[in-house]
C-alpha cells in the first residue's frame, strides 16, 4: 500500500493523544497508522536560527517531521499572513483583514522552505495530502522541485465568495498555486462552488499559463459518532461532570465551547443570552450559560482585543442579572479534556453554536452525538456554520439577529420531549451519513481516482 504523507502546520504527536487533540488530529493519526507514512508540519517552536533539517521522530509505521520557525518567518507566515491575512478575509471580516507584502513573501517564503525539506523524505509512490490555509502554495512549491506524486489539499475554513477573495491583492497567486494539486477538497457544496468560480474567473484574467484543473469536491468533515456517544455515557459519570451536575441545583444548562475566535460570533452570543434574560425573564434564576473558550493565536492583537470585549460583557451581564445563589454565565479561558466536554455536553439542555462563519463546526457534532437518546438537548446553529447544510433539525438562527436568536434558546429550553427526540434522531441519522470514516476514505479515495497529472505539472481537466 503506498505510503501516506499528511502535511499540516501543527502537528499531533503520540503525547497529545488525550488532552488537546481534537477529532481531526484523531482521524488523521489513524489514516496514518493504517497506512504508515509521514506527518510533516511546523513543531509549534520558534528559535533564533531554524534548521533546514525537520526533526525525525519514529514510532511504528508513523514518522513525524517537524520544522521549527524563526522570529521572522512566524511573524509574517503564521503571526501575519496565515492568521491576520488569509483567516479573516476567508471569515468574511473584510475589517480585520491586514494585509502586509512582506506578511505575504513570507508566507510564499516558509512554503518554500518546506517544500525544500519535504522533497528529500518522499518516496516516488507516496500519496501526499496537505491541509488548510498554511499551505496552499505548498503543492506549487513541490513541483516546482520535480514531485510528481499525487497531492491533495482539504481546506477546513470556508472558501470566501469570489468578490470577497478580490478583496486581497494578489490572490491570483493563489488561485495559480491551487492548480498543483490533483485534488482540492472542501468542507460543503457552497465553498466547493466559490473556489471554482474563483478558479474559472482567474484563468481568464491570468490567461493560459496552466492549462489543467484539480478536481474540486466537497468532503464534510464528521466525527466517530458512536465513539463520542460512548465517551460521552462514560464521562458524565466522571468527578468533573457530577461536580457540574450538582452545582447547577436542578437549572438547565447551555453549553457553548470554542476557542476564543472570532470567528465564532461569542460577543453577539452573549447578547442574545443577555437578550433571553431580558425578554424572556422567567428564564431567569432557572438557567445558566456554560462558555468554555481557551485563549488561541494570543500573539494576534485582534484576538486580545475580544479578550477584553468578553470579559467585560461578561462582567456586565453577569453584574446585571446575578443573585446572592445564581450566576448566569459561567466564562472559563480553559481548556478541558475532550473526555470532561464529553460530559458536559450530555449534561447540557441546550447546545450554543453561533459562529459568524466556520468551515464545518464539530462542537456541534459532538453535541449531538453526546446525547442521552432518551432525553435529548437541543442545538441552537447558526446558519453561517458548515455544519449547518447538515444539521437542518437544529434551530438554525442568524447570529446578527439577537433577539430571534434569543428566541430560540427560549425554544429550545421549553422544547417538549417527543420534538426534541425526533430532532435528535433525524441529526445522528444525518450525522452518520457523513462521519470521521467518511470524510477520510472519501477524501483518499477521490484522490486516487482524480485524473493524474502527466508529469506531475500538467494534469488533465477535472472529472
Ligand atoms: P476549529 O475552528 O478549531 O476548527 P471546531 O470544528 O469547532 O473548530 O473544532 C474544534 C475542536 O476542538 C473540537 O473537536 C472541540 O471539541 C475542540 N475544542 C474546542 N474548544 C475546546 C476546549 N475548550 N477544550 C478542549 N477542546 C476544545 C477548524 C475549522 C472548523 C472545522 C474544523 C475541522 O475552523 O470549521 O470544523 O477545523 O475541519
Redesign the pocket.
Given at each position: 500500500m503506498a505510503r501516506l504523507v499528511i502535511v499540516s502546520n501543527r502537528v499531533a504527536g503520540p503525547r497529545e493523544r488525550t488532552v488537546?487533540a481534537?477529532?481531526?488530529a484523531v482521524a488523521l493519526r489513524e489514516a496514518l497508522r493504517r497506512q504508515g507514512g509521514i506527518w510533516f508540519g511546523w513543531s509549534g517552536d520558534v528559535v533564533e536560527a531554524a534548521a533546514s533539517t525537520p526533526h525525525l521522530h519514529e514510532s511504528g509505521a508513523v514518522t513525524t517531521a517537524t520544522l521549527d520557525l524563526d522570529a521572522r518567518d512566524h511573524d509574517d507566515f503564521y503571526l501575519g499572513y496565515a492568521n491576520a491575512t488569509l483567516w479573516p478575509l476567508f471569515h468574511y471580516r473584510l475589517g480585520l483583514m491586514d494585509f502586509r507584502r512582506e506578511a505575504f513573501a513570507g508566507y510564499l517564503r516558509v512554503n518554500e522552505r518546506f517544500a525544500a525539506a519535504l522533497v528529500p523524505l518522499l518516496r516516488p509512490d507516496d500519496v501526499v495530502w496537505i491541509h488548510d490555509y498554511h499551505f496552499i502554495p505548498l503543492a506549487a512549491a513541490l513541483r516546482a522541485r520535480g514531485v510528481a506524486n499525487r497531492i491533495g489539499f482539504f481546506l477546513?475554513?470556508p472558501f470566501p465568495a469570489p468578490e470577497v477573495l478580490a478583496t486581497l491583492p494578489d490572490h491570483e497567486v493563489l488561485i495559480e498555486a491551487l492548480r498543483a494539486y490533483d485534488l482540492i477538497g472542501l468542507?460543503t457544496t457552497g465553498d466547493a462552488e466559490a473556489l471554482a468560480a474563483a478558479m474559472a474567473g482567474t484563468q481568464a484574467a491570468v490567461g493560459p499559463a496552466w492549462t489543467t484543473s484539480p478536481t474540486i469536491a466537497s468532503f464534510p468533515?464528521g466525527i466517530d459518532v458512536d465513539g463520542f456517544a460512548e465517551l460521552a455515557e462514560q464521562a458524565v459519570q466522571s468527578r468533573e461532570s457530577r461536580q457540574l451536575a450538582a452545582s447547577l441545583a436542578g437549572r438547565a444548562l447551555v453549553i457553548g465551547?470554542?476557542?476564543l475566535?472570532y470567528?465564532k460570533g461569542l460577543p453577539l452570543r452573549f447578547d442574545a443570552f443577555e437578550a433571553l434574560l431580558a425578554g424572556h425573564p422567567g428564564h431567569r434564576r432557572r438557567v445558566t450559560y456554560l462558555q468554555?473558550?481557551?485563549i488561541s493565536r494570543g500573539g494576534v492583537p485582534e484576538y486580545r482585543k475580544l479578550r477584553r470585549e468578553l470579559d467585560q460583557r461578561a462582567g456586565r451581564i453577569n453584574g446585571r442579572y446575578s443573585d446572592v445563589d445564581w450566576t448566569p454565565i459561567r466564562y472559563l479561558n480553559?481548556?478541558?479534556?475532550?473526555a470532561a466536554?464529553a460530559g458536559y455536553y450530555r449534561l447540557s439542555r441546550v447546545g450554543f453554536v453561533t459562529p459568524i462563519r466556520?468551515?464545518?463546526?464539530?462542537?456541534a457534532k459532538?453535541f449531538i452525538a453526546a446525547q442521552d437518546p432518551a432525553d435529548p438537548g437541543v442545538l441552537v446553529l447558526s446558519r453561517f456554520?458548515?455544519a449547518a447544510a447538515e444539521l437542518e433539525d437544529a434551530l438554525i438562527v442568524n447570529p446578527m439577529d439577537v433577539e430571534r436568536v434569543a428566541a430560540a434558546l427560549d425554544r429550545a429550553l421549553t422544547m417538549p420531549l417527543a420534538e426534541r427526540q425526533e430532532r435528535w434522531r433525524r441529526l445522528v441519522a444525518a450525522m452518520r451519513r457523513n462521519d470521521e470514516a467518511a470524510w477520510r476514505n472519501g477524501f483518499l479515495a477521490a484522490l486516487d481516482a482524480a485524473p493524474r497529472a502527466p508529469g506531475g505539472v500538467q494534469s488533465s481537466s477535472a472529472a
Open positions: 488537546r481534537g477529532g481531526v477546513h475554513i468542507q468533515i465551547v470554542d476557542r475566535d470567528s468554555i473558550a481557551p480553559r481548556v478541558s479534556s475532550r466536554l466556520d468551515g464545518m463546526n464539530l462542537v459532538e456554520a458548515g
